[in-house]
């Protein structure tokens, strides 16, 4: 599921758990939560799992009985996500998407919460959340709208780009580089489903200030990484992404336009 050098290890999850996530996920992590139904005794999958985020509010509005298996191909972020929700009625799996080590339809709903992104072969991916469900079962998944319609996304690609202007990363591509809606539920049609959904789903990112976002992105991503090969120092670019995000408004507290597309099939 990582592609390239998009790799969550190190302290990336302590902070992407801390700074990024509360602002450019849990938003959506309601909004997918709201959506599966499921009843005692079905079975519930999350793919991309992360820190736990998505995670924790599935668990929340899924019945007693209702088994919930959370899976990710980065053993750092897992473990994580492990150990902030010790105790949970959760079973944890390390997974890769494209491949997973689950029998053929042994799920009622499969979820993945902005890691279709990540995926170098997506349709795979598609196909193999469609091999695990039931017939009849349902597959929800988001992704990213283009960068230039989330404005915090934009603002600190911007900035790098401008700070960095030799071989600058460009990991701001994996995360907002799929968006096409056509292609999208071509590959999600093609996969299996019959009954395909691509809406857009605009809420709103908050956060204690401009500089907790900056944080988020700058150390909480895997950008930290990218950032340290080339000798750039994290907290000064932590400082102009939180100058640029501020924009000469009361940035305490932050808020920002979050747009991403919401896919819903079975």
């Not at 996920?25 to 998505?54: D, K, M, N, Q, W």
């Not at 709208?145 to 600190?156: F, G, H, L, M, Y």
Request: aromatic letters at 8%; glycine letters at 8%.
């Amino acid at each position: 599921m990582i592609e390239g050098k998009a790799k969550f290890d190190g302290s990336v999850p302590v902070y992407y758990d801390r700074f990024f996530g509360p602002f450019c996920f849990e938003p959506y992590a309601v909004e997918l939560a709201r959506r599966i139904t499921a009843e005692p005794g079905e079975r519930v999958l999350e793919l991309a799992c992360g820190t736990g985020i998505l995670t924790r509010r599935l668990r929340a509005v899924l019945p007693a009985g209702a088994q919930l298996v959370a899976t990710d191909l980065s053993a750092p972020m897992l473990e994580h996500a492990r150990a902030k929700l010790a105790g949970a009625d959760v079973h944890w799996r390390t997974a890769d998407a494209q491949s997973l080590p689950f029998k053929d339809g042994v799920f009622d709903a499969v979820v993945c919460q902005f890691g279709l992104m990540f995926l170098p072969d997506k349709p795979a991916g598609f196909r193999e959340a469609r091999r695990v469900l039931r017939p009849g079962g349902i597959f929800l998944a988001s992704t990213w709208c283009a960068i230039d319609e989330n404005p915090a996304a934009r603002i600190v690609a911007e900035t790098i780009l401008r700070l960095v202007s030799d071989d600058p990363p460009r990991f701001h591509e994996i995360p907002h580089g799929f968006h096409d809606v056509a292609a999208i539920e071509r590959m999600v049609r093609e996969a299996g489903f019959h009954r395909v959904e691509v809406a857009r789903v605009d809420l709103e990112g908050r956060a204690p200030s401009a500089r907790h976002v900056a944080t988020g992105f700058v150390r909480g991503t895997p950008l930290a990484a990218m950032l340290a090969e080339r000798g750039i120092d994290h907290e000064g670019m932590i400082d102009a992404v939180a100058r640029a995000l501020y924009s000469g408004d009361d940035a305490i507290p932050y808020a920002s336009l979050l747009s991403a597309l919401v896919v819903t099939a079975s």
